[in-house]
């Protein structure tokens, strides 16, 4: 780097507040920010080591292409415990299992969106991890078929500012079901400042969505696809200013879902390999041979950690530029 010229228009890279670095370092590919930075200097490997990369984290369409359930469990565990605390969004697809959902509650309390489609997550655990989780406003249980009423009534109870909700489902994750409508009744009951809300394909009347819109009545966008048995003429006579999409509404969402699900891969070398990044004086050390990982094609390209802007509408989760940790 050199010693900083005496100009007032010069100054060390190395004195830039890491915040500042943080928000340089999100317009480098994260191959370059995990393997590259760390070795630049003490300083920068302490800023990628830290949560000033990790304050919202989107790896939904990485794990979408995972075999193994233990691939994303490992990569949730390291980069919310990288976020000390400070992460304000996580979208991940399939989570695994209850303890994983255990974990973000106890190191994500800051969280604004959990995004967790596809997830195995069950009721119960919901209810325990709720609490933990009451500064969440935006929230997506897509397709989480192992959780229903007791979930959602959870998460509105725990959830006071929450204001988006996304529970669009499968066809097929509704084989087995006749309705929805005691989820409707949840999402009535105890979700009353709701602004934005998606429940796609799911198995519900006119009736329930009646319920839903005469108790949330901040409600300005209601997606309805699929949902054959709603009377959308109906809804838009008695409620003319919300926007409603469907239900009869062509789309390509069972297509592109099982697209999604076919590239699934057995071959063991699309597993991260972490062990080469090992935490010492507070940053990280690489080894010589790290490149190999990358020679592949198999490295990070497909994980995508994303910063304020993206995602679900600002407007409804309030997000802001979080104060340095």
């Given at each position: 780097m050199g010693e900083c010229e005496d100009a007032e228009e010069y100054r060390c890279?190395?004195?830039?507040?890491?915040?500042?670095?943080?928000?340089?370092?999100?317009?480098?590919?994260?191959?370059?920010?995990?393997?590259?930075?760390?070795?630049?200097?003490?300083?920068?490997?302490?800023?990628?080591?830290?949560?000033?990369?990790?304050?919202?984290?989107?790896?939904?369409?990485?794990?979408q292409q995972q075999s193994k359930p233990e691939q994303i469990g490992r990569m949730v565990e390291l980069l919310v415990g990288r976020s000390g605390g400070s992460c304000r969004r996580i979208s991940v697809s399939g989570l695994p299992?209850?303890?994983?959902?255990?974990?973000?509650?106890?190191?994500?309390?800051?969280?604004?969106?959990?995004?967790?489609?596809?997830s195995e997550i069950s009721d119960s655990i919901v209810e325990t991890v709720a609490p933990r989780l009451s500064n969440v406003t935006f929230l997506d249980i897509s397709s989480c078929t192992k959780i229903g009423a007791?979930?959602?009534?959870?998460?509105?109870?725990?959830?006071?500012?929450?204001?988006?909700?996304?529970?669009?489902?499968?066809?097929?994750?509704?084989?087995?079901?006749?309705?929805?409508?005691?989820?409707?009744?949840?999402?009535?009951?105890?979700?009353?400042?709701?602004?934005?809300?998606?429940m796609g394909y799911m198995l519900i009347t006119t009736e329930a969505v009646a319920e839903i819109l005469g108790q949330c009545r901040e409600l300005k966008f209601l997606d309805l696809r699929g949902c054959w048995a709603v009377d959308d003429k109906f809804l838009r006579e008695r409620h003319p200013g919300l926007r409603v999409l469907g239900p009869r509404v062509e789309d390509c969402y069972e297509n592109s879902y099982w697209e999604e699900c076919s590239d699934y891969s057995d071959d063991d070398s699309s597993i991260y390999s972490w062990e080469f990044m090992d935490d010492a004086d507070g940053y990280y050390t690489v080894g010589s041979d790290d490149e190999a990982i990358w020679d592949d094609g198999q490295g990070l390209e497909n994980l995508e950690v994303r910063f304020y802007g993206g995602g679900f509408s600002e407007s409804f989760a309030g997000f802001d530029w979080p104060p340095s940790p």
């Open positions: 890279w190395e004195e830039l507040l890491p915040d500042a670095l943080g928000l340089i370092f999100r317009n480098l590919p994260l191959q370059e920010v995990l393997t590259v930075l760390p070795r630049v200097c003490k300083s920068w490997g302490r800023v990628v080591a830290g949560p000033y990369c990790w304050q919202e984290i989107d790896i939904e369409e990485w794990s299992c209850d303890p994983l959902l255990s974990f973000i509650g106890d190191h994500a309390r800051a969280l604004r969106a959990l995004e967790i489609p596809r007791r979930a959602l009534e959870a998460f509105g109870k725990h959830c006071k500012s929450l204001v988006g909700l996304r529970r669009v489902m499968h066809p097929i994750d509704l084989v087995d079901k006749e309705c929805q409508h005691d989820e409707a009744h949840a999402i009535a009951c105890s979700m009353p400042k709701l602004r934005h809300l998606e």
